[in-house]
């Protein structure tokens, strides 16, 4: 009987660090036949995969959840990075700029493999691989097709969506952990608005949205999404409180949704991070590094479904018929708020995402 070999997937960071990181290993369980266990519980979801998605057409067998039994199975098991052996569950990290998540008692990165990207050019012989990382990019569009939303959680998206009706424009202003000069964005735009739009203003500040309400001369749209009080950042999240963090999610799936069926969607650039040290099982991470130009993960998400409105069929479970397979033209206008406007997704970048696919390699965004 030939052994079952597993690669265990523990991503952190928010909701498209996750999907990225999730991505990255779903690729790589595929190309080297292992089966993906996916354990969720310590990135932005902070609960099982499973208490959000349903998984489709898979060609290996997927583990959304990591169970007691599934962790006493794979705990006997040859394990790289070897410093976890034993202990998949039970090790604690710290975070490192320059490495990453690491394991405290040996200093070794708690991934398999130790390049900053994960590569689909070699498989390892031990019977168990654990990877344990952050990190967003443009990858989630791998697993997004074979996703659909819980049953429950799409009853809510619908019961908070569905008085926005359609053809109306909007924009997403991350606003806490990270900075944006929303008021400029704001200014930018405003051209392109008019008294007989319908804007839809999604951000995780409320102020961004009073803002909006008082600058814009048309009706503001919002989605019944709680913009509540977090200690959610980055790379850091944890959450104490295991119904305000599930109420957090779902609120992002809300806006995700919402601002995905817009007709034009607008975002801009990031100026800022909040330097904050935070302290957490996770380690201290600074999040005072920016780089000029830098998106917001959860724009990149929104502006992808809004090109691809076929997707969110799929994420809703509602029939997709073989015409809205087709990529959507909607604008999608991005801000640059330290130079000229830019649309998103060039033609040029996309070709540049199917030739980094075809070579197997996923350079970091």
């Given amino acids: 009987m030939i052994p079952k070999k597993y690669l265990l997937c523990r991503p952190r960071g928010g909701l498209n660090d996750t999907l990225t990181q999730i991505s990255r290993c779903w690729r790589y369980a595929e190309t080297f036949n ?23 057409d898979s060609p290996i067998k997927i583990h959304p959840l990591l169970t007691s039994q599934l962790l006493t199975e794979i705990n006997k098991l040859t394990c790289r990075p070897a ?33 900053k990207d994960l590569t689909l050019f070699r498989d390892y012989p031990e019977e168990l691989l654990i990877y344990d990382s952050c990190g967003g990019g443009m990858e989630a569009d791998y697993i997004l097709p074979r996703l659909s939303f819980a049953a429950d959680i799409r009853k809510i998206i ?5 008085e926005l009706g359609s053809g109306y424009l909007a924009v997403h202003v991350r606003n806490t952990d990270y900075k944006t000069d929303y008021k400029r964005l704001f200014g930018k735009i405003r051209a392109h608005v008019r008294p007989h739009h319908k804007l839809l203003v999604c951000s ?30 980055g790379a850091g999240h944890t959450e104490s409180d295991p119904e305000k963090a599930r109420l957090a999610c779902i609120n992002s799936f809300i806006d995700l949704i919402a601002l995905g069926k817009s007709s034009t969607f607008f975002y801009g650039t990031i100026n800022s991070a909040f330097n904050r040290n935070k302290s957490t099982e996770t380690g ?16 990149m998400l929104a502006q992808y479904l809004c090109m691809n409105k076929h997707l969110i069929g799929r994420l809703m479970s509602i029939p997709i018929s073989p015409s809205d397979h087709s990529a959507n033209s909607n604008p999608i206008i991005r801000i640059n708020l330290a130079g000229r406007r830019q649309t998103s997704l060039t033609k040029a970048k996309r070709v540049f995402i199917r030739l980094r696919d075809r070579l197997g390699c996923f350079p970091s965004a």
Avoid: N
């Fill in 204 to 233: 995780d500040d409320s102020s961004v949205i009073d803002y909006a309400s008082s600058f814009f001369p048309c009706q503001i749209l919002s989605t019944k999404a709680q913009i509540i009080s977090t200690d959610i950042v």
């Fill in 158 to 162: 619908d019961s908070c969506t569905m």
């Fill in 83 to 115: 410093c976890l052996s034993g202990r998949a569950s039970s090790y604690q990290t710290s975070y490192d700029q320059q490495d990453g998540f690491i394991e405290v008692l040996s200093g070794m990165p708690a991934r398999f493999d130790t390049l």
């Fill in 34 to 56: 292992r089966e993906l266990i996916i354990d969720t519980t310590r990135s932005s979801l902070c609960a099982p995969f499973s208490d959000y998605f349903l998984i489709h």
């Fill in 284 to 299: 201290k991470i600074s999040f005072d590094r920016v780089e000029p130009g830098s998106v917001s993960g959860f724009s």
